[in-house]
T-cell receptor
Framework: DAGITQSPRHKVTETGTPVTLRCHQT?????MYWYRQDPGHGLRLIHY???????DKGEVSDGYSVSRSKTEDFLLTLESATSSQTSVYFC?????????????FGPGTRLTVL | RKEVEQDPGPFNVPEGATVAFNCTYS??????FFWYRQDCRKEPKLLMS?????NEDGRFTAQLNRASQYISLLIRDSKLSDSATYLC???????????WGAGTKLIIKP
């Protein structure tokens, strides 16, 4: 299995509080991604990174920010959590960012915003 | 219309049976296609790529029909361990945008 960890694995928070999720990889892959998964929807890309300090928005980036100060770490921050951000968040990595690349996923973080 | 659509199921299938499900996509510029498998409360994992000529991996066969814009996954001699949700992914090479289906849930019964 690819070396990807996410922390925390579960979190319950209140509306309006900031939340940071961490993704850590040991594969030295260049590309890292944050997705959210909700019932009835496919995985939706929030943000992605193509290198240290290089990030870009995905299709559902509103209310989220990211940072990547080291190759191995990609942080997702909810500046002021809302109930609509209750979801399962997956981090993924890929080596080259090509369409033919396999994406490897972390175990996920279950976030509940009350 | 969603860009990538899958029958959510669940498909309830007896062990040993053959089951097939499709994934339709709306953008004819789509170039790359994959099937991922996701076990309950786990992360998605790549099952197989889908090539234009079709491909087979053991009991699993994936096919692409560009004219009708769908991909299919066929599972032969189904096992209890095949119970999972199967996600299709459609990618446009031009911008490497991945579009994920919501998944088809498969339950194999003894």
């Amino acid at each position: 299995d690819a070396g990807i960890t996410q922390s925390p694995r579960h979190k319950v928070t209140e509306t309006g509080t900031p939340v940071t999720l961490r993704c850590h990889q040991t594969e030295n892959h260049r590309y890292m991604y944050w997705y959210r998964q909700d019932p009835g929807h496919g995985l939706r890309l929030i943000h992605y990174s193509y290198g240290v300090k290089d990030t870009d928005k995905g299709e559902v980036s509103d209310g989220y920010s990211v940072s990547r100060s080291k190759t191995e770490d990609f942080l997702l921050t909810l500046e002021s959590a809302t109930s609509s951000q209750t979801s399962v968040y997956f981090c993924a990595i890929s080596e080259y960012g090509r369409a033919s690349d396999t994406q490897y996923f972390g175990p996920g973080t279950r976030l509940t915003v009350l | 219309r969603k860009e990538v659509e899958q029958d959510p199921g669940p498909f309830n299938v007896p062990e040993g049976a053959t089951v097939a499900f499709n994934c339709t996509y709306s953008n004819s510029a789509s170039q790359s296609f994959f099937w991922y498998r996701q076990d309950c409360r786990k992360e998605p994992k790549l099952l197989m790529s889908v090539y234009s000529s079709g491909n087979e991996d053991g009991r699993f066969t994936a096919q692409l029909n560009r004219a009708s814009q769908y991909i299919s996954l066929l599972i032969r001699d189904s096992k209890l361990s095949d119970s999972a949700t199967y996600l299709c992914v459609v990618i446009m090479d031009s911008n490497y945008q991945l579009i994920w289906g919501a998944g088809t849930k498969l339950i194999i019964k003894p």
